[in-house]
C-alpha cells in the first residue's frame, strides 16, 4: 500500500540521487492568465525529467535476487533513462523497449546510460507489450513506468516539495500518461492539505484517463496521436485509476495548437525549453481548462524536457500560428503593375513584417486577369491580424484567409 511514509522514504532515497528543482514564479504568465503562475521546473531534473525519480526508487528496493535477473521497462523515452540510470548506478543489466517512434534524442540518451534499447514497432502500449513478453520469457524484472507503488511513491516527492517550496499553493496542474505522477503528487498533497486543487491535463490526441473516469471504468483507446509523445498513453494502470478516482480534482485536454503554443511561451517568456508532455500543465492554465483561478496561485509542473530538437523548429511554427504570431494570408488580386507595392505598403504601415510571397495566376475558371498573392506574415498577435485584414479589405482587397 502507498503510505506517506514510502513516499519521505523515497524523498530520503533519492537525496543523494536526484536534484530537488525549482519552483519559478513568472510574472509574464501570471500578467497573461490572471493567476499568479509558478513552474515546477522537473524539465531540469537529472536526465532531463521526473521519471528518474519513481525508476531509481523502485529499483533502490529490489531484491538482490531480482537485481541479479536484469531489469526490463518500457517506455516512450523519460522513464527509459531513469531506468537506465539507475541501473548504471547499482550495476544492474538494463533492457528497454521503446517505441520505434521515440525521439532520437531520448534513444540515444538511453543508450549512454548503459541500457540496451529494443525499439518496437507502434506506440508506447505495443512496446508495453513486448516487454512483457520479454520478462515472461527470459525472467527479468519488470519496472513498470506508472502502475507501481514503489514507482508512484517516488513522483510523489515532487508533491512533498511543492508544498515545502509553495505552501500557498492552492491548484497543481499536473500532466497524466498513464497516471503515476499525478498519482503520487495528488496523494502526497492530499493526504497532507486536502484544500488544495488537483487538476490533471491530458492531450486531447491520447485521454486515456479522461475518458476511464467520464465512464467510470478503464478503457483502452483504439489509438493515439499527439506531439506529446511522453503521455501518449492507450491505457492507464488500474492502480492510477484508483488513485486519480480518489484524489484528483479533475482531468482536461489540450490540443496539440494549445500544447505548442505552450512551448514557446516557456521559450520566449522564461527561456525554458519543455517538451510536449511537460508543457501540457501549462497549456491548461493558458487556455482557462479550469475556472475560478484569477488571483489564485497556481503550480504547473513542468515535468520534461526532452523534446528533440529535429521537430522543435515545426511545434515553434505550430506554437506562433496558435498564439497570433504568425499569418497566412491569401488575396485575389487584378493582375495590373503596382498591386503587389501597394498590398506591402499596407501591411509594413501596420508594423507587420513579410516573410514569404507566392504570386500565381488564376486557375480556369476564373477572370483571365485575376491572380493569388499568397503571403506569410510575422504579427504581434491576433488583434494585429485583425487591424491589417480590416486595412487590406478598406483598401478594396479581397482576402482569402486559411487564419
Same mark, same amino acid.
Given at each position: ?26 510574472? !509574464?504568465?501570471?500578467?497573461?492568465? %490572471? ?55 547499482? /550495476? ?12 532520437? !534524442? ?32 527470459? %525472467? ?38 498513464? /497516471?503515476?505522477?499525478?498519482? /503520487? ?23 486515456? $484517463? ?12 483504439? !489509438? ?51 517538451? /510536449? ?44 500560428? $496558435? ?77 482569402? !484567409?486559411?487564419?
Amino acid at each position: 500500500m502507498l503510505t506517506l511514509d514510502k513516499i519521505y522514504h523515497a524523498q530520503f532515497v533519492l537525496r543523494d540521487a536526484i536534484r530537488e528543482t525549482d519552483i519559478i514564479h513568472s510574472p !509574464s504568465l501570471s500578467e497573461q492568465t %490572471g493567476c499568479n503562475v509558478y513552474l515546477k521546473t522537473e524539465n531540469l531534473q537529472v536526465t532531463g525529467s521526473f521519471k528518474v525519480r519513481g525508476a531509481y526508487y523502485k529499483i533502490s528496493q529490489l531484491t538482490e535476487a531480482e537485481k541479479a535477473k536484469g531489469v526490463i521497462a518500457c517506455s516512450a523515452g523519460n522513464h527509459a533513462q531513469g531506468v537506465a540510470l539507475a541501473s548504471q548506478k547499482f /550495476g544492474i543489466d538494463a533492457k528497454i523497449c521503446m517505441p520505434d517512434g521515440a525521439p532520437i !534524442s531520448k534513444v540515444e540518451a538511453t543508450k549512454h546510460y548503459g541500457a540496451e534499447v529494443i525499439l518496437v514497432p507502434g506506440v508506447y502500449d505495443d512496446a508495453h507489450n513486448e516487454a512483457e513478453r520479454l520478462r515472461g520469457e527470459y %525472467g527479468y524484472t519488470f519496472i513498470h513506468p506508472f502502475d507501481d507503488e514503489y514507482v508512484i511513491a517516488g513522483q510523489g516527492t515532487i508533491g512533498l516539495e511543492i508544498l515545502n517550496e509553495l505552501p500557498n499553493v492552492d491548484a497543481v496542474f499536473v500532466p497524466i500518461g498513464g /497516471g503515476g505522477l499525478i498519482s /503520487g503528487v495528488a496523494y502526497a498533497i492530499k493526504s497532507l492539505k486536502p484544500s488544495i486543487k488537483v487538476y490533471g491535463v491530458q492531450a486531447a490526441g491520447a485521454p486515456c $484517463m479522461a475518458n476511464a473516469l467520464a465512464k467510470n471504468k478503464l478503457e483502452a483507446l483504439p !489509438s493515439v496521436n499527439t506531439i506529446a509523445d511522453g503521455i501518449a498513453v492507450k491505457e492507464p494502470g488500474p492502480l492510477t485509476f484508483d488513485f486519480c478516482s480518489r484524489y484528483v480534482d479533475g482531468v482536461v485536454t489540450v490540443t496539440d495548437e494549445q500544447i505548442s503554443a505552450a512551448i514557446l511561451a516557456l521559450i520566449e517568456k522564461q527561456k525554458m525549453i519543455a517538451e /510536449g508532455a511537460g508543457a501540457v500543465s501549462l497549456a491548461a492554465v493558458m487556455y482557462n481548462k479550469v475556472p475560478d483561478l484569477q488571483g489564485k496561485n497556481v503550480c504547473c509542473l513542468i515535468s520534461g524536457g526532452n523534446i528533440d530538437v529535429t521537430i522543435l523548429s515545426r511545434v515553434i511554427n505550430r506554437g506562433l500560428l $496558435m498564439s497570433g504570431r504568425t499569418c497566412d494570408l491569401t488575396i485575389e488580386l487584378v493582375d495590373r503593375p503596382g498591386q503587389l507595392v501597394e498590398v506591402s505598403q499596407i501591411i509594413a504601415a501596420c508594423g507587420g513584417n513579410v516573410t514569404g510571397v507566392l504570386h500565381e495566376r488564376s486557375n480556369e475558371g476564373t477572370d483571365i486577369n485575376g491572380c493569388y498573392l499568397k503571403m506569410d506574415i510575422e504579427t504581434r498577435n491576433f488583434e494585429h491580424i485583425n487591424e491589417i485584414k480590416t486595412r487590406l479589405r478598406e483598401a478594396g482587397f479581397k482576402l482569402i !484567409s486559411r487564419n
